[in-house]
């Protein structure tokens, strides 16, 4: 059974970049879709980005691409989220998730991944 733990959320001022780690454990890692979803206040968990780690294809959300970059290390089972030009928008609980091979709009569906992270906290002050 795999798990995923985040890290490397904090404050940071508009424009500024963060990253952040999701460590995984878990024997066929790279065979996994790795995602990060976030919750803004008062709001539904979003799409944030994903990858299918063993075809190296990449996601994101329309209101991400170009800014944040998602990637993965199978040697080390870990997974990155770089977040530039960050904007108060951005500030969220930023979750980790992993699912087994999965395409097309199931990779944007919350329900769709089986594991969770506890959430890192990403606040962006303007």
């Known amino acids: 059974q795999v798990q995923v733990v985040e890290s490397g959320g904090g404050l940071v001022q508009a424009g500024g970049s963060v990253r952040l780690s999701c460590a995984a454990s878990?024997?066929?890692?790279?065979?996994?879709?790795m995602a990060w979803f976030r919750q803004g206040p008062g709001k539904e968990r979003a799409f944030v980005a994903a990858i299918a780690l063993s075809l190296g294809i990449t996601y994101y959300a329309e209101s991400v691409k170009g800014r944040f970059t998602i990637s993965g290390d199978n040697a080390k089972k870990m997974v990155y989220l770089q977040m530039n030009t960050l904007s108060p928008e951005d500030t969220a609980v930023y979750y980790c998730a992993a699912s087994g091979s999965i395409w097309g709009d199931a990779i944007r569906t919350p329900a769709m991944y089986a594991t969770w992270g506890q959430g890192t906290q990403v606040t962006v002050s303007s």
């Open positions: 878990g024997r066929t890692f790279s065979t996994y879709t």
